[in-house]
């Protein structure tokens, strides 16, 4: 059974920095892109941001793009997101997703591009 465990999750003041992390098993995940996204309260889920099987490929969503990083470490399964600069604007829960067709197949920021998904880790940044 596939399983995609977030952690790093919390409350950080406006301004700081979190590293989400997100480990998976279960399976083989060659040729997997693996990415971000968050919810808000009240708000549709969207795409924060995806890294190929590689690494060599990387997407971001504007909100993001120059305060956060993502990496991935292909022997442990694990993915991560370097948060800097949060803004208030950031609180959400973050889910982790793995996916076969991002990338290759399907754009990156598209859900359908991924396979299985998170629990979400709450991340809330206070003003």
């Known amino acids: 059974q596939v399983q995609l465990v977030e952690s790093g999750g919390g409350l950080v003041q406006a301004g700081g920095s979190l590293r989400l992390s997100c480990a998976a098993s279960g399976r083989t995940f060659t040729f997997y892109a693996m990415g971000w996204f968050r919810q808000a309260p009240g708000k549709e889920r969207e795409f924060v941001a995806a890294i190929s099987w590689s690494g060599g490929r990387t997407d971001y969503a504007g909100s993001v793009k120059g305060r956060f990083t993502i990496s991935r470490d292909n022997a442990k399964n694990t993915v991560w997101l370097q948060m800097d600069s949060l803004k208030p604007g950031d609180t959400a829960v973050y889910y982790c997703?793995?996916?076969?067709?991002?990338?290759?197949?399907?754009?990156?920021?598209?859900?359908?591009?991924?396979?299985?998904w998170g629990q979400g880790t709450q991340v809330t940044v206070s003003s």
């Open positions: 997703t793995i996916g076969a067709r991002a990338f290759r197949y399907s754009d990156p920021s598209a859900p359908t591009g991924y396979d299985y």
